[in-house]
């Protein structure tokens, strides 16, 4: 059963994640369609989610959530400012949009809007001036997502990832708050 609502978007709610949670984000974790693109070809067990959960899930300078509907759960999302290291987060405002939904539920909108109200908490209740997303070049739906966020690519890293055998691009992509369009309520 997932935790108490966090963040309530048009047909999805964002809720922090919880160790009854594990056995979803195992079976996610593990479907070929959500670490192939994620790049994090390690298989997960019992023992790895777990420490997933308490050193990455649980951490307290970053913010992550569990998108559901209803009571099921969808995907992972994620704003993480220890990217940039303590001090250089709080003089930049900066984080990065990570998320992955189960393949079930690909293609059915969840994602963008999830993504979209966590990149308005980011903004409006954070106080965040700048958010970026690294892609693989290979991964259309999550450039098309970021893009209807309204994030530009900015840059890429030629050949910095390795997928299905072959390097690819990163793409990466920022959204900086005064170019943000925030939803009227």
Avoid at 65 to 85: E, F, H, N, Q, R
Wanted: aromatic share 10%; with cysteine; net charge negative.
């Amino acid at each position: 059963m997932p935790g108490p609502v966090f963040l309530r978007g048009d047909a999805v709610t964002l809720r922090p994640p919880e160790r009854d949670d594990l056995a979803f984000v195992k079976r996610a974790m593990n479907d070929p369609r959500v670490w192939r693109p994620a790049l994090d070809v390690t298989p997960t067990n019992d023992e790895q989610v777990t420490e997933f959960f308490e050193t990455v899930l649980s951490n307290e300078s970053d913010v992550h959530v569990l998108a559901c509907d209803g009571d099921d759960p969808l995907g992972i999302l994620s704003l993480t400012t220890s990217k940039y290291g303590p001090s250089e987060t709080s003089r930049a405002r900066s984080a990065e949009l990570a998320y992955w939904f189960a393949p079930a539920h690909h293609g059915e909108g969840y994602a963008g809007d999830a993504a979209r109200e966590l990149v308005r908490y980011a903004f409006e209740d954070r106080n965040l001036r700048r958010l970026e997303a690294d892609v693989g070049a290979f991964n259309d739906a999550s450039s098309g997502l970021l893009e209807s966020l309204g994030f530009e690519q900015e840059g890429t890293r030629r050949e910095a990832a390795w997928y299905r055998g072959d390097y690819h691009d990163m793409y990466v992509y920022g959204l900086l708050r005064s170019d943000w369009a925030a939803p009227t309520a």
